[in-house]
């Protein structure tokens, strides 16, 4: 059965017109705004000029968005190390009758809302919370660590925890492709388990990788919920500054870091799909 | 046979899969330089067997050798011994070079010495020139001598093959088994095929080794497993043959004297033990011949039939012959001048033999 080109058309008309009036439209607004001026009680005054983006390269900008980068960074490789042994286990260790419950299992904690994870995080984490508490009741603490909660820590265990499912999926999917008989070709050619995991299982699953990577690093460079609700006033990161920016009525600014943010993923984003197709297999 | 000269020995070899028996107390041994075929129809356990040898499944009971050294708990990647997979298994990130180089490059050789290695194993099957290409874009049979060259460069006490030419369409098997033949006595070590396709084995072994259900049914010299089976597994699955019920009426000076549809046969045993007083025995469908009157020889063995079916197939001819309750196979090849075209259906006719073609089987 061929399709008319009025029938493709007709498919695609839904979902291109949510993409322009619900995507396109407000990026295309905040790009325009980024470049207008802060109206003086709020607002938005419709000259143009870079005065928004010359403002955002000074360093405390600069340094929000290093720190951003950072705990984004530092984010992602955690999620990456400890969802690799998981997405491994599942997929090429369990028993096939359990790997869909196991799978489930792994991101069963998300079908919760995401609000209320936090403040559960929260409520592990503060002062008084069920962390300290423990420690102090065995004895391996004095005093309460102070530290756990409002702090970079907070903000990347948060962080991790939330990420992880866009992680472990990718991960699986490139594993379960794996073929075992793959690896049991390398072993039987001298490999030894190690070096059928560096030689064989991790470049073959390099597109699992890098699109987790992807997944997890991308949100983490722009969150705002987790930052503000873990990492407390000392913690900035992009993402609550640009909202603090919308929220204090600085709309211009808030759209120029915005649209800065986003052309540093589009590179970021360009530089993975340049390396994902750059050692070609299948 | 000195055993310490043999590349491979296996000794009582079990494996079970939960109540499913994949080898039953296996043995067997491959001298250096031969090639033996393992043959059996699919499930009998002979990639189980491979498999065990290579070192990627344990067995439950018995020990394997390979070179006179017991092998049975050293893990895969450190028995001399390496595979060529049924679906060739290349590894896809790598191209021919690589996937050559990969076990040298596990070595830890110089640069220089795998360059040179890797050369010759290329050259060895024909694919020079090969190098920078990737696995997908090769046909069959070139991924099927990457995988050769990738087991042959690292010299092994032994080359283990699993059916490597199942794959194939049947011009390029053919061509890939006089490939095989001439590898293996260019490079002189031992090859162990596992097959089910019987011609191959018949036309590249130096030994066969028939399994079925886990168990060893025979194993010898091609012509010695084709004339000679032991058991009516064997006689029927290498080749075609008709098994029929006999009397044990008298056994003298290593003869036999059997009933065999309503005639008396004298059968040499040829050292075969035989207990009871019935048997089975084989006669192969090209050893009959068909007359229209009985011949007057009495070195011969001589049934009279009525034929139930004829099939032309090209080469030869297929007559189904009904002698008494038993129903016989005779195959004649389509010679110029053979008698073959004035039979018919429904014709009386006479089966013609020599009593050495008749064996006699142990169950």
């Known amino acids: ?282 | 046979m000195a055993t310490a000269t043999s590349a491979i020995r296996v000794e009582g070899v079990t494996k079970r899969y939960g109540a499913v028996t994949a080898l039953e107390a296996v043995s067997l041994e491959v001298e250096r330089g031969e090639f033996l075929t393992l043959l059996g129809p699919s499930g009998s356990g002979k990639t189980t067997l491979l498999r065990v040898i290579a070192g990627l499944e344990r067995p439950d009971d018995g020990r394997v050798y390979l070179g006179g050294e017991d092998v049975t708990d050293v893990p895969p990647y450190r028995r001399r011994v390496h595979t060529v997979f049924q679906q060739y298994v290349l590894f896809p990130h790598l191209n021919v070079y690589r996937n050559v180089a990969f076990g040298l490059e596990q070595k830890r050789l110089s640069r220089r010495e795998i360059e040179r290695r890797v050369a010759a194993a290329l050259e060895l099957v024909r694919l020079s020139g090969y190098e920078r290409r990737w696995p997908h874009e090769l046909s069959g049979g070139e991924q099927q001598r990457v995988a050769l060259a990738r087991a042959l460069v690292l010299e092994p006490e032994a080359l283990l093959l699993d059916e490597p030419l199942a794959a194939l369409d049947l011009q390029l098997r053919k061509e890939m088994q006089r490939e095989l033949k001439r590898l293996q006595r260019e490079v002189g070590i031992s090859f162990l095929l596992v097959t089910h396709d019987q011609e191959e084995a018949l036309a590249l072994s130096d030994r066969i080794a028939v399994i079925a259900d886990g168990r060893l049914q025979q194993i010898g010299t091609p012509r010695e497993v084709y004339e000679r089976p032991e058991t009516a597994f064997v006689a029927t699955f290498l080749g075609a043959a008709n098994v029929l019920e006999a009397e044990i009426l008298h056994r003298e000076n290593g003869d036999a004297l059997l009933g065999l549809c309503g005639h008396t046969v004298r059968v040499p045993l040829n050292g075969r033990r035989i207990e009871g007083s019935r048997a089975q025995v084989a006669i192969r469908p090209e050893k009959i011949a068909l007359r229209a009157r009985p011949l007057r020889r009495t070195d011969l063995v001589q049934l009279e039939g009525v034929i139930e079916e004829c099939l032309y197939l090209g080469e030869a001819t297929h007559w189904r012959v009904r002698v008494g309750e038993h129903y016989v196979t005779v195959t004649e090849p389509n010679r110029p001048g053979s008698k073959a075209d004035a039979f018919r259906d429904g014709q009386r006719v006479f089966l013609c033999w020599t009593r050495e073609s008749i064996v006699v089987l142990s169950r």
């Open chain 1, 1 to 282: 059965m061929r399709e008319t080109n009025a029938n493709r058309w007709l498919l695609l008309a839904p979902s291109a017109l949510w993409l322009l009036l619900f995507f396109l439209l407000p990026l295309g607004l905040i790009v325009v705004m980024s470049f207008a001026e802060r109206g003086l009680y709020g607002g938005v005054r419709w000259t143009f000029g870079l005065w928004n983006y010359r403002q955002a390269m000074a360093p405390l900008y600069l340094w929000v968005y290093g720190r951003s980068f950072a705990l984004a960074a530092v984010t992602t490789a955690l999620c990456l190390v400890v969802s690799y042994p998981v997405a491994y286990y599942i997929a090429l260790r369990a028993d096939p009758k359990w790997k869909n419950l196991l799978l489930v299992l792994s991101i069963l904690p998300f079908w919760t809302s995401f609000l209320l994870r936090t403040y559960a995080w929260m409520f592990l984490l503060r002062v008084e919370g069920f962390v300290n508490t423990t420690l102090l009741a065995l004895g391996v603490i004095e005093r309460p660590i102070s530290w756990l909660l409002y702090s970079d820590f907070a903000v990347v265990i948060g962080q991790v925890y939330g990420e992880l499912p866009f992680m472990i999926l990718p991960l699986y999917v490139a594993l379960e492709r794996v073929d075992v008989r793959v690896m049991e070709a390398a072993m039987d050619l001298g490999a030894n388990r190690r070096q059928v995991f560096w030689r064989i299982v991790l470049p073959l699953t390099r597109p699992g990788i890098i699109t987790g990577i992807v997944l997890v690093f991308i949100p983490s460079l722009g969150a705002f919920i987790t930052p503000d609700l873990l990492g407390g006033a000392k913690s900035a990161m992009i993402g609550t500054v640009i909202q603090n920016q919308f929220v204090q009525r600085n709309q211009p600014m808030g759209s120029a870091l915005s649209v800065l943010l986003v052309v540093v993923v589009l590179a970021l984003l360009w530089i993975a799909s340049r390396t994902a197709r750059s050692r070609r297999g299948r």
